[in-house]
C-alpha cells in the first residue's frame, strides 16, 4: 500500500477506534505511533495496515464486531 493510501487507511482506523467527539484521527494515530507529527507514516502504522490488510476478507462474526 502506498503512504498516502496507507495514511488513508490508518485515519479511518483511527476514527474508528478513537475519540473522534473529542479529538481528530489524527491525535490518536499520532499518540499510537502510527503517524509523526508531520503525518508520515510509521513503521508501526504500516504493521497496523498490513494486519488490517489481513482481516479484508475475514467475516466480521470472527473479528467480535456483533
Known amino acids: ?4 493510501d496507507a495514511r488513508s ?3 479511518a482506523f483511527a476514527a474508528h477506534v478513537g475519540r ?9 494515530a499520532r499518540h499510537r505511533n502510527w503517524l509523526t507529527e508531520d503525518g508520515e507514516v ?5 504493521s497496523l495496515v498490513r494486519a488490517l490488510a489481513e482481516q479484508a476478507e475475514t467475516r466480521t462474526v ?3 464486531n456483533f
Do not use: K, N, S, Y
Open 1 to 4: 500500500m502506498t503512504g498516502p
Open 9 to 11: 487507511a490508518i485515519l
Open 20 to 28: 473522534a467527539h473529542l479529538q481528530p484521527p489524527e491525535v490518536t
Open 42 to 46: 510509521t513503521e508501526d502504522g504500516l
Open 62 to 64: 470472527f473479528r467480535g
